[in-house]
DNA sequence: ACTGTCTGCCCC
DNA sequence: ATTCTGC
DNA sequence: GCAGAATGGGCAGACAGT
């Protein structure tokens, strides 16, 4: 497919702010690849309309390359001077609209002289696979001399590219896509147009959250259809989309919950989802960065205490005083995000991993199973330690409980707490 | 080797 | 996290 | 009222120039 297809895509969501009609523009964008049986760039298609190369899991690095550099690109391009280009761009308040509004002047000029030749640029438009394989190439650029390479290649491009092209490579380049749609809505797209109900949406997000690579559940929805999709399962070295808590006055959740539920302290540190396969630990971020190599420390409690081969658990780093009995905020642990003297800052900082799920342990998923049974199989498995935990939880009966449970939380240090239901799921 | 500029990232 | 808009 | 999207600031690491 054409790169002037999918601009064309964007400018029509951008144009409205109504989820319905965008939804719409996007089933018919998919209905269109639909009848030309054109899945090959169905993949690169989705992570390039999510603003991005590739999913969050596959840990590829970024362009490097962001509004400094691409001013001096339209700059050598336009041969206007970048302290004028930076003007315009405070005008339109966007680098991508800069540029347009910049080409599209300069091709008017040109079309003056040279009516043929820019009809014939217009009319070739750049394939998405090799716009895809060119940034690529400017993600993957790096060392001594590689400004000058990335430039040269983003120069490349844009000669390609028409004004409208242009507006949005560069938004996708300084990840600033903002037209209005992610993820959510792209898996509304996507269930209308290849499966003609609504009501599937379920199954596609359900998908996502356990194996979050959109480009690859397209194609599995495309080529393979809806059956394949409801197969898609929680994997070792996939991390998981995290769910998201929300936040509430503490005496609604008696209400909201029902008597009783299970109440635990928010900690103030930094989010782990921790898989391990035998002796190997890999630790990822609530962004699902693999960030194992900070926490060297984290990793060999974890092996040596944690009984179980194969297992995926969820818990909080903390910053801890060096008696491991206060926990300290988060801005201390901040200090261990860093490439290097990893090992130093670790012996500076103490912390401990206080584990509060499971997720799947040896063959079996535990995302579906009960609270109760989620805690008491990590309780059989996990031998607490100064810097391994268990997060502390317990059952609450009546909004009188609630509330001291409360203030002791905030008196140790903690953020406040977090209330599960302990219905089936949650 | 040292300094300045830019980018990215992760937090909130 | 917080704020805004459409649903 | 609920869901989805967008937003900003501060700090460490990488490259370029001297």
């Known amino acids: 497919m054409k790169f002037n297809k999918l601009s064309q895509l964007f400018s029509d969501l951008e144009s409205t702010t109504k989820r319905l009609e965008m939804i719409d523009f996007l089933s018919k964008f998919f209905e269109d690849l639909k009848e030309k049986e054109d899945y090959r760039d169905i993949d690169k298609i989705i992570y390039l309309l999510q603003g991005q190369l590739t999913p969050n899991i596959k840990q590829f690095p970024k362009m490097g390359l962001a509004e400094k550099m691409i001013i001096e690109a339209i ?100 990840s600033t896509l903002r037209v209005g749609v992610q993820s959510q809505t792209i898996i509304e797209g996507l269930t209308l147009a290849f499966t003609g109900k609504r009501d599937n949406k379920g199954v596609i997000e359900r998908a996502y ?53 299970v109440a635990e302290y928010k900690l103030d540190g930094e989010r782990l989802q921790i898989h391990k396969v035998g002796e190997n630990i890999t630790l ?42 206060k926990m300290l905020p988060f801005q201390v642990l901040s200090k261990r995000r860093r490439k290097f003297d990893v090992e130093d800052i670790s012996k500076e900082v103490p912390v401990c991993l206080f584990v509060f799920d499971l997720l799947k342990f040896g063959e079996e998923s535990f995302v579906d199973k009960s609270l109760s049974f989620r805690r008491k ?16 939880s317990v059952l609450i009966n009546s909004t009188e409980e609630l509330l001291s449970f409360f203030n002791t939380a905030r008196k140790e240090g903690n953020e406040g707490i977090m209330a599960k239901s302990i219905q089936e799921n949650s």
């Open 209 to 261: 959250s356990l194996s979050p690579d959109l480009g690859e559940i397209s194609r599995i929805l495309v080529e393979k259809g809806l059956v394949e999709v409801k197969k898609v399962d929680i994997e070792y070295g996939t991390p998981i989309l995290s769910m998201l808590a929300s936040r509430e006055i503490y005496t609604e959740f008696t209400n909201r919950l029902g008597v009783p539920f």
């Open 377 to 392: 199989k990590l309780e059989e498995i996990i031998d607490e330690k100064d810097e391994l935990r268990l997060v502390k």
């Open 75 to 174: 700059s050598l391009h336009s041969g206007i001077n970048s302290k004028r280009i930076k003007e315009i761009l405070i005008k339109q308040g966007d680098i991508g609209a800069t540029a347009e509004f910049i080409l599209s002047k300069k091709k008017k000029q040109k079309s003056l002289f040279d009516y043929n030749k820019v009809e014939e640029i217009s009319g070739s438009s750049l394939e998405i696979l090799e716009l895809y394989s060119e940034l690529k190439k400017i993600a993957l650029t790096e060392g001594i001399g590689s400004h000058d390479t990335k430039l040269g290649i983003l120069r490349g491009l844009i000669s390609k590219c028409s004004p409208l092209e242009t507006k949005y490579l560069l938004r996708i380049i300084t």
């Open 284 to 325: 990822f971020s609530r962004r699902l960065l693999d960030i194992s190599f900070q926490y060297p420390d984290v990793c060999k409690v974890i092996r040596e205490n944690v009984k179980a081969n194969k297992v995926i658990f969820e818990g909080e780093v903390v910053a801890m005083d060096h008696f491991y009995e």
